[in-house]
């Protein structure tokens, strides 16, 4: 609705801008044709008056009654009072005196004279040109012409059908030209799906394109919102199947004394592994829900993997792999608990995924203008098919791995959040076999 609306405004305007100026040229261009033509008359008038004072005075009536006849032309004699002493057209008896006309005035004071005045009639003008002879007398010559009303006129059915065809031009091109310019705006609108498939021209190009760019994303955001709620739900039915299953058993009575508190661990591990799913998954979604109002903390990066190092002291030992720290205080500002839960994951996973007998170096080291937290372990490696998709939600290489470890296939993605909402880069290296290093690049606290 709002968009034919603006299609008829650009077209109204062009068609108004169009009428305008045929208006304007039309105009201009009179104009300036009366002014040439004016121009002409008074020099043809002046050419007879001169002609007409040089000439003996003896003859003059007679050649005065000839010119008359010939050209159409008035020639009027005045004398130095203003008294008509001869007059072509008219009765000299009634004519009144003549001293006050511009032209003669101009004609005894400088010795020529010219005007134009309406005739009587009012598509007619009558131009004048007066010369003071040798006598003293002034000879004035007048000739009657259209005016500019009806030149105008005479003009104008030639310009209605200019403007008209001018006019169809101007709607033809203008309808081209609004359709041209809003076409891929109306086809967009129908329908965004085929957004690929319209073609623009340049100057829409870079809209196009974010527009385009933000529908990928919002489709992409909708999968992938819809994956996580399908792969959500199938990681939360296992371990509630066992906890159903085992309960249904012992509260049938089928469970053999010495059976029960295997059978409680189970449900005990299950209900754990619930709960670490739960809080994986609220923690991603409180990451994906704020975005604004980040409160910014300083960290010493040293002493958080300090920490860090004596809570997962107690795995490490079951995993029979050794931890180290290497490096120095370095201070860093992210919001508050996230450098804790990043060297956390990271930890964890190096402790996880590492050989009996194996390490993992903690290393926190200022380089440049930044702080490199470096997690390193001499664990499985990833292979390189793998390196890139670990990041995603509930990707796992190998999952009876995972899962028999305590994983939710959500540390890394948690980690890759939180990397990106503090500005920092992340970096891979790892090889099968040998292990892994994780670095992440934060910018020095100020
Ligand atoms: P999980 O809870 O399964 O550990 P993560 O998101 O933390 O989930 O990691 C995803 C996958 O990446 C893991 O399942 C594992 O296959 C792989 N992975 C992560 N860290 C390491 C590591 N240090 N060495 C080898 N593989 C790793």
Redesign the pocket.
Known sequence: MRGKKMKHKIYLQFCLIAALAILVTTTIVTALFYQRFKAQVFSDVRTYAYVLTSVDTYDEATLIQEVHQLDNLRVTIIDKEGKVLLDTNADIGGMENHSNREEIKAAFETGEGQAVRQSKTVAKSTFYYAVRMNDGNVLRVATETGSVLSIVQGMLPIVAVMVIILFVICTFLGRLLTDSLLRPIEQMAKNMDYVNEISVYQEMEPFIDTIRRQHEDILKNASMRQDFTANVSHELKTPLAAISGYSELIENGMVSEKDIARFGGEIHKSADRLLTLINDTIRLSELDATTQDVVLETVDLYQAAENCMDTLEISAQKHDVTLKLEGVPCKIRTEKGMADEVIY?LCD??I??NNKGGSVTISVMPVDNQIVLSVK?T????SKE?QER??ERF????KS??KSTG???????IVKHIVARNGARMELT?EVGKG?E?KIYFDKAA
Do not use: C, E, M
């Open positions: 994951n996973n190096a996880r995924y372990d664990g499985i490696g990833i793998h670990i990041f990707y796992r290489v190998d791995r995972s994983g939710t296939g959500l540390g890394l993605a790892s892994t994780i």
